[in-house]
């Protein structure tokens, strides 16, 4: 009988294994082709300046910002505790569309980035608080 830990490890294999599958094309180093059958590389993915990660002040969560994409983890487990959209109103500002996978409710979040390293927030029920971004192995 295979324990739950070499199954999880079979599983994500297989799940691989079949994404893989899916490819139509093979992978030609990120170029893609251009009329005539020539290479041309691909334009790179717009960056935010919200992009990134973001600590919450008591530690208990990392917020993080991806093209668009948010979710927030939490540290000691690395379990999903929320995910939704964001969009940028203008350089210091952001919205997000925030949906709690704990309470399955979907709130508005407004965040200002008051310093490079800072974003104060306003949820739509008026609860306040900020996230100070975190430090990449690359800073």
Same mark, same amino acid.
């Given at each position: ?25 093979? +992978? ?7 009329? @005539? ?19 919450? /002040?008591?530690? $208990? ?6 093209? @668009? +994409?948010?979710?927030?983890?939490? #540290? ?14 203008? #350089?210091? /500002? $952001?919205?997000?569309?925030? /949906?709690?996978?704990?309470?399955? #409710?979907? #709130?508005? $979040?407004?965040?200002?980035? $008051? ?20 430090? /990449?192995?690359?800073?």
């Amino acid at each position: 009988m295979m324990d739950a830990g070499k199954f999880g490890m079979v599983a994500a294999i297989a799940a691989m294994a079949a994404l893989a599958g899916c490819q139509s094309q093979p +992978y030609n180093g990120g170029r893609q082709t251009q009329p @005539g059958g020539q290479f041309g590389s691909l334009p790179p993915p717009s960056q935010s300046a919200f992009d990134g990660d973001w600590m919450s /002040t008591d530690g $208990v969560a990392i917020s993080r910002f991806t093209n @668009g +994409y948010f979710e927030t983890l939490a #540290t000691d487990t690395g379990n999903k505790l929320a995910e939704g959209n964001y969009t940028q109103l203008d #350089t210091r /500002t $952001v919205s997000i569309s925030v /949906t709690s996978l704990i309470r399955q #409710t979907t #709130t508005q $979040v407004n965040c200002a980035m $008051v310093t490079p390293t800072q974003l104060n927030c306003t949820g739509s029920t008026g609860q306040q608080f900020s996230l100070t971004r975190r430090a /990449t192995a690359n800073s």
